[in-house]
């Protein structure tokens, strides 16, 4: 079966750092570029970042730009979000899902962030 | 403010025909960029439900089809189900801001 589970969501203050993973099964991991996409409280679904299949290309929104770093270890079948100076405004459900032409046709089931003091 | 203008909401009656606008610009939909759509069911992860603008993944019913014209697209849904009650999102890839973008998103209610 394929499958995307998120991890490493949590209660942060604001200022601090988080790093989410995301673990791939049932599909060849190495082959796929992977997306974090998320979605704040009661508002809807918002590009973060893009990784290619090796890691030669990565995209970020402005919105996390410069704060947030992805990454993959293909050997682990494993994508990593590493999230620094969070924000309130960063608070959201974090998904990973596969990149196919533009489109994301695998989605995990999303791990919560929640940026507050 | 999405990139990608939808209606906030939607409705319609059990069995009858819905459909959903996604409204671009000349630098995503306009583009050479195609259009896709997700559904999200309450309280659940977003699933693909059209992609390439106009193609169903085997698993979704052909009661849903999407349509591309200019800086625009759209979703029909034929033969309304409870169990279509959802948001729906449109969403493209930008060259402007390279990066990927979505609609602000649509919810269906089934009345």
């Known amino acids: 079966e394929v499958q995307l589970v998120e991890s490493g969501g949590g209660l942060v203050q604001p200022g601090g750092s988080l790093r989410l993973s995301c673990a791939a099964s049932?599909?060849?991991?190495?082959?796929?570029?992977m997306n974090w996409v998320r979605q704040a409280p009661g508002k809807g679904l918002e590009w973060v970042s893009y990784?290619?299949?090796?890691?030669?290309?990565?995209y970020y929104a402005d919105s996390v730009k410069g704060r947030f770093t992805i990454s993959r270890d293909n050997a682990k079948n494993s994508l990593y979000l590493q999230m620094n100076s969070l924000r309130a405004e960063d608070t959201a459900v974090y998904y990973c899902?596969?990149?196919?032409?533009?489109?994301?046709?695998?989605w995990g089931k999303g791990t919560t962030v929640t940026v507050s003091s | 403010q999405s990139v990608l203008t939808q209606p906030p909401s939607v409705s319609g009656a059990p069995g009858q025909r819905v459909t959903i606008s996604c409204t671009g610009s000349?630098?995503?939909?306009?583009?050479?960029?195609?259009v896709h759509w997700y559904q999200q069911l309450p309280g659940t992860a977003p699933k693909l439900l059209i992609y390439?603008?106009?193609n169903r993944p085997s698993r979704v019913p052909d009661r849903f089809s999407g349509s591309k014209s200019g800086t625009s697209a759209s979703l029909a849904i034929s033969g309304l189900q409870a169990e279509d009650e959802a948001d729906y999102y449109c969403?493209?890839?930008?060259?402007?801001?390279?990066?990927?973008?979505f609609g602000g998103g649509t919810r269906l209610t089934v009345l």
């Open positions: 899902a596969t990149v196919y032409s533009y489109y994301m046709d695998v």
């Open positions: 049932g599909f060849i991991f190495s082959t796929y570029s």
């Open positions: 990784i290619t299949s090796t890691s030669g290309s990565l």
């Open positions: 000349s630098s995503n939909i306009g583009a050479r960029y195609d």
């Open positions: 390439g603008n106009s």
């Open positions: 969403q493209s890839y930008d060259s402007s801001l390279s990066g990927w973008v």
